[in-house]
Each structure stands twice: as C-alpha cells, then as structure tokens.
C-alpha cells in the first residue's frame, strides 16, 4: 500500500474509508481535527480519524439547524421572512446591528436572535422538541436555555451530524411540510447549475479552546453527499483566518473525493 491509498473496512453494511488525503489537507492548513464525508450512494464513510468522528464537541453555531427548526414548529417564527428587529445595542458583528430576518439571522449567525428564539421557546419546550427530533445530548436548564450550545456540556459528534442532517435530508424528522420547506431554503448556501451546497458553520471558544465546525449537504448529478468538518488551530496557525478555513478545507476536501 502506498502512502495516501485509502484504507478500507467493512463495518455491517457500512464502508469505512481512511483516506490520508484528508489528513494531509488538514496538515497543510494547519488545522487538527476531523473531516467526515458520508457518500449516500456508495454507503462508504470517509475520514482522516475515526475516533474524531465519533468524538463530540460542543455544538455551537450549527445548533441553528435545529434552533431554526424549533422556531419554527413552535411559532417563535413565522417562516424565513420573520424579523427581529435590531434593539440598537452594540453587538459582536456589525452585520448583527441591523433588523434581520430569520433567514438572515441564520446566514450571518447572529447568534443574540437565535438566543432570543430560544429564550422564546423555554427550557421545558425545547428540551421536550430536541427529544422529539431525536437531536443528542443537550445539557441546559432555564439558567443556560440561551448559550447552552455555546458553552457547557452539550455535545455532538461528526457521525451524529451527519445522521441528522440525512434524516433532514430525507424528510425523515416529524415536522411539517412547511417547516421541512423553509429550512431547505435557509440552510441553501450556493446553488450552480452543477450543484448545491447547503449548511452551517459554528465557532466556539471555551476558555483557551477555539473549536470549529462545517457541516451540510451537496448535491450533485441526482446525489447527494454529506459532510461534518470539525477543526482546531494547530501549531502556527494563524487565527484570522479560522472563521473562512471550516468552509475552504471542506470544499477542498470534497473536491479531492471527486463530489465537487
């Protein structure tokens, strides 16, 4: 075997495939972490290291899927055109200091309106709809309702991303139609005549620990194809560049699989 040929295992019916490549792309960056591809076709789950896969970190910003989802089903929001309205304050982004609708809240990751969504739906309402979406291991209580995916014990896997988001993918989450309608529109982040690319990014820092996610689906020639990348700076890395690199190193990483 030469340096870089996949590595590949049978595990029940699903093919597990380590594929130095990716790793060799995150060394290149300067990242640590973990790529997870699921190719749906081919049954066959590719990554740089298992354990990372199967490894969960808090979930930050991609919470939003679900925190959108919930909104919506609850009627915290009305549909992808809901406002929030800005209150004047000074916040973290200058692209959070305006009036934002929700699919602009998702887009930006303005995260003081998905803390109002969630301060909106109440602890009891929202740990009972994570249940019911079958949406893992989500530690809070009225104290945390707003930031619990931000910080705290609340943590998710790549694998269990993935696993979501093919159940969203599929229609397969117990919702309506138009909830299941408007969120396909708000997690669209670039459609081509070739594909479309759909997803979100998250960011947390927890003490002196920067964790990053990009997680999502492409959709190509009648396939589709998922991905959770999650990502820490390695040695000389040069953090102004961590909020572009989640999505750069995924792209590339499916370019390299031949999928984009």
Same mark, same amino acid.
């Given at each position: 075997?030469?340096?870089?040929?996949?590595?590949? %295992?049978?595990?029940?019916?699903? *093919?597990?495939?380590?594929?130095?490549?990716?790793?060799?792309?995150?060394?290149?960056?300067? *990242?640590?972490?973990?790529?997870?591809?699921?190719?749906?076709?081919?049954?066959?789950? $590719?990554?740089?290291? /298992?354990?990372?896969?199967?490894?969960?970190?808090?979930?930050?910003?991609?919470?939003?899927?679900?925190?959108?989802?919930?909104?919506?089903?609850?009627?915290?929001?009305?549909?992808?055109?809901?406002?929030?309205?800005?209150?004047?304050?000074?916040?973290?982004?200058?692209?959070?200091?305006?009036?934002?609708?929700?699919?602009?809240?998702? @887009?930006?990751?303005?995260?003081?309106?998905?803390?109002?969504?969630?301060?909106?739906? #109440?602890?009891? %309402? =929202?740990?009972?709809?994570?249940?019911? *979406?079958? $949406?893992?291991?989500?530690?809070?209580? @009225?104290?945390?309702?707003?930031?619990?995916?931000?910080?705290?014990?609340?943590?998710?896997?790549?694998?269990?991303?993935?696993?979501?988001?093919?159940?969203?993918?599929?229609?397969?989450?117990?919702?309506?139609?138009?909830?299941?309608?408007?969120?396909?529109?708000? =997690?669209?982040?670039?459609?081509?005549?070739?594909?479309? *690319?759909? #997803?979100?990014?998250?960011?947390?820092?927890?003490?002196?620990?920067?964790?990053?996610?990009?997680?999502?689906?492409?959709?190509?020639?009648? %396939?589709? $194809?998922?991905?959770?990348?999650?990502?820490?700076?390695?040695?000389?890395?040069?953090?102004? #560049?961590?909020?572009?690199?989640?999505?750069?190193?995924?792209?590339?990483?499916?370019?390299? /699989?031949?999928?984009?």
């Amino acid at each position: 075997m030469t340096e870089g040929t996949p590595v590949e %295992k049978k595990v029940g019916k699903l *093919l597990h495939i380590e594929d130095l490549t990716l790793q060799h792309l995150l060394d290149s960056f300067k *990242l640590d972490g973990t790529i997870l591809i699921f190719d749906e076709e081919e049954n066959a789950l $590719y990554f740089n290291d /298992l354990e990372g896969a199967y490894t969960g970190q808090l979930p930050a910003s991609t919470f939003k899927i679900p925190n959108t989802i919930i909104a919506l089903e609850t009627g915290v929001a009305s549909g992808p055109e809901h406002l929030f309205p800005w209150d004047g304050t000074d916040r973290w982004l200058d692209a959070w200091e305006q009036d934002l609708t929700l699919k602009q809240a998702y @887009s930006v990751s303005c995260v003081p309106c998905y803390q109002e969504v969630a301060r909106a739906v #109440g602890p009891e %309402k =929202m740990r009972s709809e994570l249940v019911r *979406l079958g $949406y893992p291991e989500m530690v809070f209580d @009225s104290a945390t309702v707003d930031n619990f995916w931000l910080q705290g014990e609340s943590r998710i896997t790549p694998y269990q991303q993935i696993q979501f988001l093919r159940r969203l993918y599929h229609e397969e989450l117990p919702i309506r139609k138009t909830t299941q309608t408007a969120i396909r529109e708000i =997690m669209l982040r670039e459609q081509t005549e070739a594909y479309s *690319l759909s #997803g979100k990014t998250g960011w947390s820092i927890d003490g002196e620990k920067n964790n990053g996610w990009f997680v999502g689906f492409l959709e190509r020639g009648g %396939k589709v $194809y998922y991905f959770a990348t999650n990502v820490e700076p390695g040695a000389g890395f040069e953090m102004d #560049g961590f909020a572009a690199v989640r999505v750069a190193v995924t792209r590339l990483a499916l370019t390299r /699989l031949g999928y984009l």
